[in-house]
């Protein structure tokens, strides 16, 4: 999929994208550089009441970032 750099370096997220994603306005987009890539990621915030109960045993944070590829803020 292409995209045109415009004015200040701004690029537009396709709305098939956004849709595919969950993206809405306001949402923060975490970038990162890969070699000569550009990769864009959403940055979600769970919150606790959002994941009560999907664990049936005991989750030790750290597992879940190394699981995930990266710290969770």
Known sequence: MEVTIRERGRITIPKKVRELLGLEKGDVILLETRG????????????????????RHRVVLEEVEEALGHEVC
Do not use: D, E, F, M
């Not at 890539?37 to 994941?51: C, G, W, Y």
């Open 36 to 55: 000569n890539a550009i990769v864009l990621k959403p940055k979600r915030a769970v919150s606790v009441k959002q994941t009560r109960g999907i664990a």
